[in-house]
């Protein structure tokens, strides 16, 4: 396994992202169960190290039951208009492992939890994000 460090690594499905605006109304909480049916993918925007996370949606609240590789608003269902895809403007610097053509053992200093997140964890996660046009942006981490 060779070791690399990721700050090398460009993700061809993040060039076209642009800089995350600024915050434009109130966060909301969204709550993600943890799976492997969850997708993570990172890559540089104007130098700084970005992610974007995509999940199923819910058509329910999450006090209904958030099922694995889901999310789900707190106090609904999803709309069918709404995007399936979070952006993490900054996930800070990171490391991990290159071994027949996929990473393992990824770490970012500011998402340090990345793993947890897309394997079978049985861990909820909650994300405070605002939505502009297409896209929902992560906020912070947490209730």
Not at 94 to 106: I, K, Q, R
Not at 124 to 140: A, C, I, L, T
């Amino acid at each position: 396994m060779k070791r690399i460090a990721l700050l090398l690594f460009l993700s061809p499905v993040l060039l076209a992202l642009n800089s995350s605006p600024a915050q434009a109304g109130p966060s909301y909480p969204l709550t993600c169960h943890a799976s492997s049916a969850l997708s993570f993918n990172f890559g540089f925007n104007n130098g700084t190290m970005i992610g974007n996370l995509g999940f199923k949606a819910t058509n329910a609240p999450a006090a209904a039951g958030v099922p694995p590789g889901f999310c789900a608003w707190s106090d609904r269902g999803f709309r069918q208009n709404e995007p399936t895809l979070l952006y993490f403007p900054n996930i800070g610097l990171g490391a991990g492992s290159l071994s027949n053509g996929s990473y393992t053992n990824v770490r970012f200093t500011q998402l340090p939890f990345v793993q947890d997140l897309v394997r079978n964890s049985g861990q909820y996660f909650v994300f405070q994000v605002h939505r502009e046009g297409n896209s929902m942006y992560v906020d912070r981490i947490g209730p």
